[in-house]
């Protein structure tokens, strides 16, 4: 079982020149993921968590810093096929089926030699969509779409998962058994995983670490350890632990 | 509810990762087979057949039956002249006895018409191409496209002639310069008009430029060029015929100026019935492709909300 492969970023900022007035998105950003772990980021709309994500995974460039994936730089991991993407839009291709939309990053970019991939009806086994192997995405639920976006994610057995706010778009209740989904499908294949939300319970239900960004340009106020014991279940949410990390986040959050 | 929370128990073993050069890898889409099953009854209206047609469509033909009586009533009733205003039932009449004349003639002109597609295709879909990837090239050519666009094309017909002599060459210039300019524009927007975070996904994977084009690109420009041949065949069959006014021994243009300069509206009528027939039928095959190749995109999605 591949345990996946650390994330580093070593004092990122970004700037947008081409706005008028720049915009500073994040300044001096220092985060560690260590092989195999879960690590959320949270905060507010425009605290530049997305942008942190889109860093580390290559499709943006800082403008002073580094990120480096298993020791590469991102746009290397991407040359390597190291790098799983699940994003807020599932952006699934409404033409092709349930199976040709997971097989999608088999297709492309084969020079890259990936000894390695999960088996199609093993991962879509395991996001529970057996029946709709045929289906279209016009034909599944949103929550159902974005499990088809997290195992085309997983298909090519990236070292590295990097998640911006999947179950944003979901309504609430989906959006609450989703998180223990992805727990599950998380414990099956133990990737590295760099998750943005701005749902603090998401965040402490799911990670090992969270980060928490504040402040316009973001900068990381806080880093706290989740140490819930594992496997974790709804029950989770009701216990003392759970509401002083959550006090807690709340209150880095607000800039404290 | 239960849809959202996963159909089976979650499997207790790890995942297996296979290797690469085994038997497991199938990076390939899957078979036609499945995507033929995943497909069925999705958008194809086949179940009901023709009684379902009937049911659906029967204002049309009874429409078209009500205003040929109504027109036949009004020449016999007032004793138009055939030279003026032809009834409907000599027209069919003349189409019918001399259909394997208006059938050969037709064929010219179809010939022409898809010549001239064929030709503006290759040039406009490789300029979009270009232009969807580099915006210098389309504010270098697009413009150029446009002055093609707004030139009237009668305008240009007969030097076309002078420059191309009266072989078939005028004919099929004058169908691709005016079938051009939707294939361009349509094309261009089509190929950009991706969903962002699904370019981004394949940014994410180091995917080729080929590769975005193959499975990206060009499926989500289909409904946009499905529009743009609705349009371009048409058109091309009008250019076809327009140039054929200017000097032609063949094809339906012929036939409807020679006719005209023989007052005989009788077989002028039945070369433009030929040509309705040709706009309606190609129209007809392009929207049933249309609606078989879409059946995934929403407008085809809200039709059948609609039933």
Redesign the interface.
């Known amino acids: ?2 345990p996946g492969q650390s994330i580093v970023v070593r004092e990122v900022s970004k700037v947008y020149d081409d706005a008028v007035p720049p915009i500073e998105a994040l300044r001096d950003v220092d985060l560690t993921v260590e092989p195999g772990r879960f690590v959320s980021v949270i905060g507010v709309s425009g605290s530049g968590k997305s942008t942190l994500l889109r860093i580390v ?3 943006t460039e800082p403008s002073r810093g580094s990120v480096e994936i298993a020791g590469t730089a991102p ?1 290397d991991a ?2 390597r ?1 190291s ?1 799983g ?1 699940v ?3 599932p ?7 349930v ?2 939309n997971v ?8 020079s ?9 009806d ?2 879509i ?2 996001i ?4 709709f192997r ?5 034909q599944l ?1 949103g ?2 779409q974005q499990r088809v976006a997290l195992a ?1 994610a997983l298909i ?2 990236p070292s590295v998962l ?1 998640m911006d706010e999947p179950f944003g778009a979901l309504d609430e ?2 959006r609450g ?2 998180r223990y ?1 992805l727990l ?1 499908i998380w414990s ?3 990737k590295t995983v760099l998750f943005v939300t701005h749902s603090v319970a998401e965040a402490i239900v799911l990670s090992d670490t969270v980060v928490v960004l504040t402040g316009q340009p973001g900068r990381v106020n806080d880093v706290v350890p989740i140490d819930l014991p594992r496997p974790r279940d709804e029950s989770v949410e009701q216990s003392r632990a759970f509401l002083d990390l959550q006090a807690r986040l709340r209150a880095a959050l607000m800039g404290d | ?1 239960r ?6 128990p ?2 207790r073993a ?8 085994g038997t ?7 078979s036609p087979s ?2 033929e ?3 069925g009854g ?1 958008a194809t209206p086949s179940r009901g057949g023709v009684a379902r047609a009937l049911r659906d469509h029967w204002p049309t033909p009874v429409a078209l039956i009500l205003v040929a009586v109504v027109w036949e009533a009004w020449v016999r009733w007032t004793h138009t002249p055939a030279y003026l205003v032809p009834a409907p039932s000599a027209i069919l009449g003349r189409a019918v006895g001399g259909w394997q004349y208006f059938l050969g003639e037709a064929t010219v002109t179809l010939a022409e018409a898809f010549a001239g597609l064929l030709v503006a295709s290759a040039g406009a879909l490789s300029a979009a191409l270009v232009m969807a990837h580099a915006r210098w090239a389309e504010r270098a050519f697009f413009p150029l496209a446009v002055v093609v666009k707004v030139t009237p094309i009668v305008a240009i017909a007969p030097l076309l002639i002078v420059w191309l002599g009266f072989g078939p060459a005028p004919k099929i210039a004058v169908a691709a310069l005016i079938s051009f300019f939707p294939i361009l524009s349509n094309a261009v927007t089509g190929f950009r008009s991706v ?1 962002p ?2 370019l ?9 430029r080929r ?2 084009l193959l ?2 690109r060009l ?1 989500h420009a289909l409904p946009y060029l499905f529009s743009a041949y609705k349009v371009a065949m048409t058109l091309s069959v009008i250019g076809a015929v327009v140039a054929e006014w200017f000097g032609a021994d063949h094809g339906l243009g012929h036939v409807i100026i020679l006719a005209n300069a023989n007052f005989d509206m009788t077989t002028l009528a039945a070369a433009v019935l030929a040509l309705a027939i040709i706009g309606i039928s190609l129209y007809a095959i392009t929207d049933a492709l249309e609606r078989r190749c879409l ?3 929403e407008s085809n ?1 809200s039709t059948q909300v609609d039933r």
Do not use: C
């Open positions: 079982m591949d995974g290559g499709l746009r991407q040359h096929k790098i993407f994003f807020q839009d952006a699934l291709l409404p033409w092709q089926t199976v040709a097989e999608l990053p088999l297709r492309v970019n084969r890259a030699h990936r000894a390695t991939r999960y088996q199609t093993d991962l086994d395991l529970g969509l057996q029946r045929g289906a279209y995405p016009h639920s929550g159902m085309r090519h057995a990097l209740i989906t058994t989703m989904e599950r099956q294949t133990r | 509810m849809r959202e929370t996963g159909l089976t979650p499997s790890p995942l297996s990762i296979s290797d690469g050069e497991g890898v199938r990076p390939s889409a899957p499945e995507m099953r995943g497909r999705e969903n975070r699904a981004e996904f394949f940014h994410s994977l180091h995917a080729s590769e975005i499975e990206l499926p059946f995934w995109h999605l």
